[in-house]
């Protein structure tokens, strides 16, 4: 459905995939979908595939560049995680919601991110609150010391997801941003999922992957987005 893109970034150029509605990208909602520490993995395309069939238009901007990690190496996505360069990935990120406003023809656009993405988009929400107005982050992870968001400046609606078995994102981090982010104003909701682990909505990795709570995560981001930004 969906193809593989060049868009510019900052002087550079970004890539990524992108999956347009059936009647077109002009006028539909535009949702950036931000990968996990993978890179952009088949699941990631197919999760555009499956907004696209939504009804909205999705890019995933690919932030590692044309490389990513076997599911079966978690050591060296944690070390590729580690490595991406922030400065150039917060360009890429902006150059895909700018290439996503061009293409929608709209003025504001959704995020959603897994794990390393969903802290990603966190930090996008606070670096583009002109564009971003509804972050969907399921169990993200923001581990850079040099990219730690200023949330004040954040605009956007939050719709979080959080797994309660979650090493990573764990419940009480859960817990203390909300606490942050209500304090700071901001409209925020997290759903949590009992008896789930972290990453619970990729489908191709069946040690964690837990259906009944990947599609109620569906379920809720979809109707959230169209609630925002419809």
Not at 8 to 36: D, F, M, R
Not at 48 to 57: H, V
Not at 150 to 176: C, I, K, N, Q, W
Not at 204 to 224: H, K
């Amino acid at each position: 459905m969906g193809e593989h893109i060049e868009f510019p970034s900052n002087g550079s150029t970004g890539s990524g995939y992108l999956a347009e509605s059936a009647s077109g990208a002009s006028g539909s909602v535009g949702v950036l979908v931000l990968q996990e520490w993978w890179g952009l993995v088949d699941q990631i395309t197919r999760t555009c595939d499956r907004f696209a069939d939504a009804g909205f238009t999705a890019l995933a901007p690919d932030l590692y560049h044309g490389t990513s990690v076997p599911l079966t190496e978690p050591d060296e996505a944690a070390k590729a995680m580690m490595a991406m360069e922030m400065g150039r990935a917060a360009h890429d990120l902006s150059g895909a919601v700018d290439e996503l406003l061009r293409r929608t023809g709209r003025d504001d656009v959704g995020v959603v991110g897994f794990c390393m993405g969903g802290g990603l988009a966190l930090v996008l929400a606070t670096q583009r609150p002109d564009a971003v107005r509804a972050v969907v982050p399921a169990y993200g992870v923001i581990p850079w010391p040099d990219a730690q968001p200023d949330y004040s400046a954040m605009t956007a609606t939050v719709l979080g997801h959080a797994a309660e078995l979650d090493g990573f994102f764990t419940p009480d981090a859960v817990r203390a941003l909300e606490e942050q982010l209500r304090g700071l104003g901001k409209t925020v909701t997290f759903h949590h999922y009992p008896g789930v682990d972290h990453a619970f909505f990729n489908e191709d990795r069946p040690e964690v992957y837990n259906r009944e709570a990947a599609e109620l995560l569906w379920e809720r981001t979809v109707a959230f987005l169209h609630e925002r930004l419809d």
